[in-house]
Every structure is written in structure tokens, then in C-alpha cells.
């Protein structure tokens, strides 16, 4: 049964770290996206390639500020991981 609760934890765990290194990413994308969707709504102009280019842009800023805190955050969760294992061997 302690298997089972510490397995529920390290998925619940695991789906924390995958939200919080996404969210970046996504919510500037959305930012982006709906500002780029707002002025096209606005000026008329329906070029469905017009938003690739500032999303890129931001998406390539945004991994360039947070993607140390994000790689950081997937190598702690990393190490955390093999030493569960380890411990499970030992146990």
C-alpha cells in the first residue's frame, strides 16, 4: 500500500513539473496570440501566417529567460526520481 501512495505522489508530483515548465511557454504564446488575433480583428487583414512570427519570437525570448528555471526544475525532479529508485532497491 506505501508503494501505491508513493507512486500517486511522484505522478502527482511529476504533473506539477510538467505544468509549471510549460506554462511559460503557453501562456506568452497565448498572450501573444491574442494580441496578434485582436489587431487582425481590428485592421481586417486575415493572414493566417502573420502570427507564427511574433509567437516564435516570444516563444525563443521566453526560453531564453526561464529556461535555465525550467531545465533546473526537470533535472532536480530527475535527480529526486533515481533516488527513489535507489532507495526502492535498497529497501
Not at 508503494?3 to 498572450?31: C, E, F, G, H, Y
Not at 496570440?33 to 487582425?40: A, P, W
Not at 486575415?46 to 512570427?53: D, S
Amino acid at each position: 500500500m506505501e508503494d501505491t501512495a508513493s507512486l500517486l505522489a511522484l505522478a502527482d508530483r511529476m504533473l506539477w513539473i510538467t505544468a509549471l515548465v510549460a506554462a511559460p511557454i503557453l501562456i506568452a504564446s497565448l498572450a501573444v496570440g491574442l494580441v496578434v488575433g485582436v489587431i487582425q480583428a481590428a485592421t481586417s487583414v486575415n493572414e493566417q501566417t502573420l502570427t507564427f512570427v511574433p509567437k516564435l519570437a516570444v516563444t525563443a525570448l521566453v526560453l531564453v529567460l526561464f529556461g535555465s528555471a525550467m531545465l533546473g526544475l526537470v533535472g532536480d525532479f530527475t535527480k529526486e526520481i533515481f533516488d527513489q529508485i535507489a532507495m526502492t532497491g535498497k529497501g
